[in-house]
């Protein structure tokens, strides 16, 4: 009987613990995931290597930025945990080489394709580059099972040629910008003879 008794009591003991620890795990409060985006202009050789690039996602817009080579640009953000929570942001680049549209999805999970919380894209001359790890399975019989990890340098989106409309329209905004600059100068010309 007494045995009985022992039992009961570890099991009730048992169970009190339980019920603690679940508790305590429920009360950890967890966060969004940070992570950063890095953009690198890598357009060597070209006589005019500059880009116009900007990116916008639901929750935020940044501006247009001008990059010369070698220069990198960074923005955080913040994505929700455990992976059922996905940041878009969708990016446009321009340059003279062409235009590109890329499309960049962020989960949680993602931080492991990007060797960390940073994920980082290249531009050179013939693209727009993700420049992390892929997961990849062997074609081994014995390690099929596996997933495995391995470092990519692997091309997003070429560039694409600028249409005859695109070309129209930036040299009629060039027009428009030149000629309310030649005002503004005739302007100042007629104050100073006035």
């Known amino acids: ?18 019920q603690l620890i679940i ?14 985006l890095v ?26 930025h001008k990059s010369h080579p070698k ?12 992976g059922n929570g996905v940041v878009t942001h969708q ?4 340059s003279s080489q062409g235009t590109a549209n890329v499309e960049i999805k962020t989960l949680s999970m993602t931080s492991m394709l990007c060797g960390g919380h940073v994920c980082k894209y290249v531009i050179r001359p013939t693209g727009i580059y993700f420049v992390g790890f892929e997961t990849y399975y062997p074609h081994n019989i014995l390690l099929r099972f596996l997933e495995l990890v391995r470092p990519v340098n692997k091309l997003v989106e070429p560039w694409k040629e600028w249409s005859p409309r695109q070309l129209n329209a930036l ?12 005002e503004d100068y005739h302007d100042d010309d007629k104050e100073k003879d006035d």
């Open 91 to 94: 990016c446009q680049f321009m």
């Open 171 to 182: 040299r009629a905004e060039r027009n428009r910008t030149m000629s309310n600059d030649n």
């Open 1 to 18: 009987m007494r045995r009985d008794y022992s039992i009961a009591k570890n099991a009730i003991l048992c169970c009190l613990v339980l």
């Open 71 to 82: 220069t990198e640009f960074t923005w955080d953000f913040d994505v929700p945990p455990f």
């Open 39 to 64: 953009m690198k202009n890598e357009m060597y050789g070209l006589k005019r290597p500059l880009v116009y690039y900007r990116c916008k996602s639901s929750e935020k817009s940044l501006r247009w």
């Open 23 to 36: 508790y305590e795990g429920e009360s950890i409060e967890v966060g969004d995931v940070s992570f950063s």
